[in-house]
């Protein structure tokens, strides 16, 4: 089973208007993070918002907020008032086990949503 | 300025010859990870690094090698490329676990095609 699905290959949104980009993760650690990427088409990786497990409120990084759904295993990422510099591959990712904790930090990743602006 | 870099950016070679990727922080970092981006699979981890000298596999490290003699660099060893091994790479790395007050760092990938 994926860890992390990301169903929508691709959004398309009116500039000024919000986006909801969708993830879901299957893990049965108590204790993980997630992540969102942002991907222009220069191909950088650019980190954009982290959600801890434990973390009671939902993170938000300027535009870009998280909305955190524990019991359905939900990450969805929310870009408001979108710019036509959003336009990219965006990544959800998840690090299972604590912070710290010794064990690897690897991340991993979805298969991404293409997102286009349209002004 | 804080920095991963990756060198070379774009490269391609043929079967069999030996290539190296550089990757190298100024953070300061403990923990340094590869990955490869290969369309419609996402990133998948290949080595990682959690200080000097302690490296482990990661999800996809048949033909590759690592080392991490200096804790600033980390570098990927292709000893004898395959056509498969033709992909976008990444290198990260972090002070130590991943955490909303420890910034991820990615270099700006390295595309490698193998003919």
């Known amino acids: 089973a994926q860890k992390i699905t990301q169903t929508q290959p691709g959004m398309f949104v009116q500039e000024k208007e919000a986006v909801t980009l969708d993830c879901t993760y299957d893990?049965?650690?108590?204790?993980?993070?997630l992540f969102w990427y942002k991907q222009p088409s220069s191909g950088e990786m650019i980190f954009l918002i982290y959600?801890?497990?434990?973390?009671?409120q939902n993170a938000t990084e300027g535009r870009y907020s998280l909305n955190f759904q524990k019991a359905r295993k939900s990450a969805n990422l929310v870009i408001s008032a979108s710019q036509l510099g959003d336009s990219a591959m965006y990544f959800c990712?998840?690090?299972?086990?604590?912070?710290?904790?010794?064990?690897?930090?690897?991340?991993?990743f979805g298969k991404g949503t293409l997102l286009t602006v349209n002004p | 300025e804080a920095q991963v870099t990756q060198n070379p950016r774009y490269l391609i070679t043929v079967t069999g010859k030996k290539l190296t990727v550089t990757c190298s922080q100024n953070?300061?970092?403990?923990?340094m990870s590869w990955y490869r981006q290969d369309p419609g699979l996402g990133l998948r981890q290949i080595y990682y690094?959690?200080?000097?000298?302690?490296?482990d596999k990661g999800d996809v490290p048949e033909g590759y090698k690592v080392s991490r003699k200096e804790k600033r660099n980390f570098p990927l060893i292709l000893e004898s490329p395959s056509p498969n091994q033709t992909s976008l790479y990444f290198c990260?790395?972090?002070?130590?676990?991943?955490?909303?007050?420890?910034?991820?760092?990615f270099g700006d990938g390295t595309r490698l095609s193998i003919l």
């Open positions: 959600q801890g497990s434990y973390d009671e």
């Open positions: 690094s959690m200080n000097v000298e302690v490296t």
């Open positions: 893990t049965s650690d108590q204790s993980y993070g």
């Open positions: 990712a998840m690090r299972e086990g604590p912070e710290g904790g010794g064990s690897n930090y690897k991340l991993t």
């Open positions: 990260a790395s972090s002070l130590r676990g991943f955490g909303s007050n420890q910034p991820q760092h």
């Open positions: 953070m300061n970092h403990e923990y």
